[in-house]
C-alpha cells in the first residue's frame, strides 16, 4: 500500500474544498462533486477517492439523525 504525501499547501486547499462541499451539502447536497475531483487531483486513486466521499456522506447522514433524536428525547 503507497503512502500519499502532501504539503501543507495542498492539505490546506483540501480543507477547504471540504469546508465547501459539507456547505453545500448542508443545503442541496451535491458536496461529493467537489470532493472526488479534488481528492483525485492530488493523486487519491479514484476507488479511495469514492469511498471517502460514501464515508463522508454517512457522517452526514448521522448528524441530522442524531440532532432530531435529541430534538424528539425533550
Known amino acids: 500500500m503507497d503512502c500519499l504525501i ?3 499547501e495542498m492539505l490546506g486547499i483540501l480543507f ?11 443545503i442541496a447536497g451535491g458536496g461529493g462533486l467537489l470532493t472526488v475531483p479534488a ?3 492530488v493523486g487519491v486513486p ?9 464515508l463522508q456522506s454517512v457522517g ?6 442524531a440532532c432530531i ?3 424528539v428525547a425533550r
Open 6 to 8: 502532501v504539503g501543507r
Open 39 to 41: 481528492l483525485m487531483a
Open 69 to 71: 433524536l435529541s430534538a
Open 60 to 65: 452526514g447522514s448521522f448528524s441530522p439523525l
Open 16 to 26: 477547504a474544498v471540504a469546508l465547501l462541499a459539507g456547505f453545500i451539502d448542508s
Open 46 to 54: 479514484p476507488a479511495q477517492a469514492l469511498a471517502t466521499n460514501k
